[in-house]
T-cell receptor
Framework: DSGVTQTPKHLITATGQRVTLRCSPR?????VYWYQQSLDQGLQFLIQ???????AKGNILERFSAQQFPDLHSELNLSSLELGDSALYFC?????????????FGPGTRLTVL | GIQVEQSPPDLILQEGANSTLRCNFS?????LQWFHQNPWGQLINLFY???GTKQNGRLSATTVATERYSLLYISSSQTTDSGVYFC??????????????FGKGTKLSVKP
């Protein structure tokens, strides 16, 4: 158990819908990262938050957004869903912001868009 | 460009055999982690090893930062070692901003 929790574990929805994925970081970790794992793109970084502020963006679509709340949990919002958004979405957390710390990954949310 | 390359892409072993997985990276790194993704999709941290050598049971890892590669050794493999092994790095200069960049992985199958 990494200490990072993600809900829900599985999500099945239809094209055009909107979903919210939730992540709680390890106790004491201030950075939260979101990653997407798809069959064709592999594991890719989406976005990073540190202590409530957005710090870095990767290959995140405009239809996707995220935020980190004062209690440090984070939510990833995916809207106008397309078939190609079906993937495993991971949240990771670390203590700092520099990338020199170990990143611990949650169990992931498996999203299926039908 | 910025690259993380893993080899071999696929590996089939008999239970009890040893193996070495390799990760080459294109520039200096602040962070290098090895992960095991089990058949249920969970990403399990194996090592944080931007340089040096570490051991944990039957697994060990070595990173030679000056030569830009890392090796993961699995000894006396068991069927539960099956899955995909990923190497991921945070590059020191450009290419990433604290986020990990993943290789494509090595898919390991251990046969009983």
């Amino acid at each position: 158990d990494s200490g990072v929790t993600q809900t829900p574990k599985h999500l099945i929805t239809a094209t055009g819908q909107r979903v919210t994925l939730r992540c709680s970081p390890r106790s004491g970790d201030l950075s939260v990262y979101w990653y997407q794992q798809s069959l064709d793109q592999g594991l890719q970084f989406l976005i990073q938050y540190y202590n409530g502020e957005e710090r870095a963006k990767g290959n995140i679509l405009e239809r996707f957004s995220a935020q980190q709340f004062p209690d440090l949990h984070s939510e990833l919002n995916l809207s106008s869903l397309e078939l190609g958004d079906s993937a495993l979405y991971f949240c990771a957390s670390s203590v700092g912001i520099s990338g020199r710390d170990t990143q611990y990954f949650g169990p992931g949310t498996r999203l299926t868009v039908l | 460009g910025i690259q993380v390359e893993q080899s071999p892409p696929d590996l089939i072993l008999q239970e009890g055999a040893n193996s070495t997985l390799r990760c080459n990276f294109s520039d200096s790194v602040n962070n290098l982690q090895w992960f095991h993704q089990n058949p249920w999709g969970q990403l399990i941290n194996l090592f944080y090893i931007p340089s040096g050598t570490k051991q944990n049971g039957r697994l060990s890892a070595t990173t030679v930062a000056t030569e830009r590669y890392s090796l993961l050794y699995i000894s006396s493999s068991q069927t539960t070692d099956s899955g995909v092994y990923f190497c991921a790095v945070v590059f020191s200069l450009g290419g990433s901003q604290g986020n990990l960049i993943f290789g494509k992985g090595t898919k390991l199958s251990v046969k009983p």
